[in-house]
């Protein structure tokens, strides 16, 4: 073991160095921390309200599920590539003479300093969140934690075994089981909504009703249930026991590298590689849509070659996760409580994080392809309309989605709230595409440019969207011709904010610095 | 004597701290195959860069076709095809959607887009991967589609940073048949290379370059000349005497100590 602290040094160095380089320190790290704390404790919040309205058997599911997912979670990580190697790990720590278990004490203590520090603070935010939605004291976030803690620290066991036996007994169908385990743990998920197919959840002897169990009690400061700490204590120890035996296999062979430089830091090698990988992926399904070059005018070849990337690259599943995400959260919300506002917050996020997301996605994937129209001559103005286009049109496909999910739970529709839904991502993808004009992500360093894109595009699309639907609102809606007149101006606005972003994105690429 | 295709005077670049060009002074004229030649670092991508339009320079004074590029930024890159060292590819296109919306970029009318894009898969034996992403190529592969798509458009001036990397010797062959073709046509190249045998040969003009600017510029002779070289020295000979005589390497970064040092 006498390698692990300086594996350990060496990753977490790797990871965090360089975003405390760049020219603000430690700054920018700070700033991203903080930014996702109102988004941590707003889902916490919901989440906790919801469950508040529970009975304890639905609660207990309910906590079971999320523990599922975090399970399903793991196993699906394990399935791909589960070990958090750097590309340079693979070439100089892999092939040093250093033992399995010493890497992976180091993999698992990195995995937990990396997540505590990139996102604890956002995730101690959800939990107290939770407990304030549920109107639990505070302090019962401590046993909470630890309850956490522990089930994470298994999850990541698991991880690492699955991923070892993966690669040391290739015929023995580990990704079969390991599929139908990720299956049972969604199947685990069933209860919490509703179906409990007339067995108590609680009393399941499955690792997740026990953590979940122990949680409810952490919650509610009760004593531990003594069999949940049982069969609590046997998963933990039986998933220990097969660690320590897979671990002392060699198993570097096997690992593809992960991570693309430090936290924050852009390694463009790996981006690509791991690009290639998703388009690999996808590669049968997506290139059925083929980009066709001598049709269209320039402004639809570039909105089209923006639209293919996105389809092909894997973006788009970002884009449906986290759409999905916002609406699965703000429906759960809303079902808690008559008022709708949790609702609104949530899909004011669904319509404006995917875009902020293509956005980032756009410098680390696309950024280096501009030479060509750089070079290129003219054709850079087009580039970045076709580029405001196309995000424009996804943000519209995905709010007539939510438009449409809004519209069949409430049966009824808010020509404000309309409003708002077109407006969010139509604004969003303007700030995006103008910023993308300026913001640099450089290699190497923590880039403040990119929480820059997250944050301008995100309260830019809130601002539009809250002014269009007051404006919207404020005309009223008692006569047809007040709704057609509403109707009128919200598309009218949503063209303006188009026209002034395309206005402002041609002048803007004009000056456009490649390097 | 007529106008140089591209003409670069006295040009100074600093990045943050390094100063990566000093007074370097080039020019080529129609039907030329000009070699730049230095040590790694010594800047010629850099002034790559700068011609093409990717990099902003300090000082000095860059011409193509005889117009002062700062003048008008923009309609003199249309003549031009350009390789890049390393270049970056959008890898989520298929080779021949790749070819074809550079073929857009350039110019190239749309009805003759199909068959150029067709003729250049084929002139470089990537026709079976028509259909497949640039992500599934291999790295010679990847060279020879960054070749095609500096050529779609039949420029007049050709800049190629370090082409031959990677390419298989038939490929090799044939990049150097295409160019010296080009070259016979009136086309300017413009060529960076660490293959010194091969800008012996291929060349009609060579420039050193070392620490950001030139060391000697003309053909192999009045290289040898600058060099005070003997009748039988290779270029690469010449090279190393020239590299050497302007100094030695600079000294190393110091090292950085600690966990979260900072520069
Ligand atoms: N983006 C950059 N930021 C900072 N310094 C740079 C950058 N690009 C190049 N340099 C520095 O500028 C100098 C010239 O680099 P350049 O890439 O032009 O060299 P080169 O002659 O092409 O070398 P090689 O033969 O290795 O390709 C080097 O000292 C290099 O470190
Ligand atoms: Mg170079």
Redesign the interface.
């Known amino acids: 073991m006498s390698n692990v602290p300086t594996l350990l040094t060496y990753k977490v160095k790797l990871f965090f160095a360089p975003s405390y380089r760049g020219k603000f320190g430690p700054l920018p790290l700070i700033a991203l921390m903080i930014l996702f704390v109102p988004s941590g404790a707003g889902v916490g919040f919901a989440f906790g309200a919801y469950m508040d309205t529970l009975g304890t058997e639905q609660l207990t599911a309910t906590l079971g599920a999320a523990l599922s997912a975090m399970l399903a979670f793991g196993f699906i990580f394990s399935l791909g590539v589960g070990i958090t190697a750097q590309p340079s790990e693979l070439d100089f720590l892999m092939t040093s003479p250093i033992k399995s278990r010493e890497y992976l004490v180091a993999d698992l203590l990195f995995q937990l300093t990396s997540i505590m520090l990139a996102g604890g603070i956002a995730m101690f935010a959800a939990l107290i969140g939770l407990l304030a939605g549920m109107g639990a004291p505070l302090v019962r976030a401590i046993p909470l934690v630890l309850v956490m803690a522990v089930y994470g620290l298994m999850i990541v066991l698991i991880i690492q075994s699955v991923t070892i036996a993966k690669i040391r007994y290739p015929n023995a169908r580990v990704r079969e089981l390991t599929l139908l385990l990720l299956l049972l743990s969604a199947v685990a998920m069933l209860p919490a909504l509703g179906a409990s197919f007339g067995v108590d959840f609680a009393t399941l002897p499955i690792p997740q009703a026990a953590f979940a169990v122990l949680a409810d009690s952490a919650i509610f400061g009760t004593s531990p249930d003594v069999s949940s700490l049982v069969v609590a204590g046997i998963y933990f120890a039986g998933i220990g026991a097969l660690w320590l035996r897979l671990s002392g296999m060699y198993f570097f062979y096997g690992i593809k590298p992960t991570l693309s430089g430090g936290f924050g830091q852009v390694d463009m090698g790996t981006k690509m590689a791991q690009q290639r990988r998703m388009i690999g992926l996808f590669g049968g399904l997506t290139d059925k849509i083929a980009l066709k070059t001598d049709v269209g005018g320039d402004l639809s070849l570039m909105t089209r070659l923006s639209l293919v990337r996105i389809w092909r690259d894997g973006s788009i599943v970002f884009v449906i996760l986290l759409l999905g995400l916002f609406i699965g959260i703000g429906l759960w919300g809303s079902s808690s409580s008559d008022e709708p506002a949790g609702m609104d917050y949530n899909t004011l996020q669904g319509a404006t994080w995917p875009i902020a997301i293509l956005a980032i996605n756009w410098c680390y994937y696309e950024r280096e392809n501009l030479w060509i129209p750089v070079v290129g001559g003219r054709s850079l103005v087009t580039y970045f309309r076709g580029l405001m286009t196309s995000l424009v049109l996804i943000g519209l496909v995905m709010s007539a989605f939510m438009i449409t999910i809004r519209a069949l739970i409430q049966m009824r529709v808010d020509m404000a709230e309309l409003a708002f839904m077109m407006l969010a991502p139509v604004g969003t993808s303007v700030f995006a595409a103008t910023l993308l004009t300026r913001v640099r992500v450089k290699p190497g360093a923590f880039s403040p440019g990119l929480l820059a894109v997250l944050f301008v595009t995100f309260t830019g699309g809130a601002g539009i969207a809250f002014s269009g639907s007051l404006m919207v609102g404020a005309i009223g809606s008692s006569t047809a011709v007040l709704v057609a007149a509403q109707v009128v101006v919200a598309v009218a606005f949503a063209i303006a904010i188009y026209y002034v972003g395309q206005v402002a994105v041609s002048s803007l690429s004009r000056t456009f610095k490649f390097q | 004597m007529p106008e140089p295709t591209v003409r670069i005077e006295n040009l100074w670049k600093a990045y943050d701290g390094t100063q990566a060009l000093q007074g370097l002074s080039l020019a080529a004229f129609e039907g030329e195959i000009v070699g730049l030649i230095g040590p790694n670092g010594a800047g010629k991508t850099t002034a790559i860069?700068i011609i093409?339009?990717?990099?902003?320079w300090d000082r000095g004074e860059v011409h193509v076709f005889g117009h002062n590029i700062l003048a008008d930024s923009?309609?003199?890159?249309?003549h031009?095809g350009?390789m890049?060292e390393a270049?970056?590819?959008?890898?989520?296109?298929?080779t021949s959607?790749f070819l074809?919306?550079?073929?857009?970029?350039?110019n190239v009318p749309?009805?003759q887009?199909?068959g150029r894009?067709s003729e250049m898969l084929r002139d470089f034996e990537l026709t079976g991967k028509a259909?497949e992403?640039v992500?599934?190529l291999s790295k010679g592969m990847r060279a020879k589609l960054a070749f095609a798509?500096a050529t779609i458009h039949k420029p007049q001036l050709l800049i190629l940073d370090e082409p031959l990397l990677g390419i298989d010797p038939a490929g090799q062959r044939l990049l150097k048949d295409r160019l010296v073709g080009m070259a016979k046509q009136g086309c300017s190249i413009l060529v960076s290379t660490h293959q010194l045998d091969t800008a012996e040969r291929l060349c009609t003009k060579v420039a050193v370059i070392h620490r950001g600017k030139n060391v000697a510029t003309g053909d192999l002779e009045s290289l040898r000349g600058q060099a005070h070289a003997g009748e039988h020295q290779t270029l690469e000979e010449i090279f190393l005497k020239l590299t050497e005589e302007a100094g030695q390497p600079e000294p190393d970064m110091p090292r950085r100590k600690g966990?979260?040092s900072?520069?």
Do not use: C, D, N
């Open positions: 860069k093409v339009g990717l990099l902003q923009i309609s003199y890159k249309e031009i350009y890049p270049p970056a590819l959008p890898e989520y296109l298929t959607e074809g919306y550079v073929g857009r970029v350039r749309k009805e887009l199909p894009v259909k992403t992500a599934t798509a966990l979260f900072r520069k």
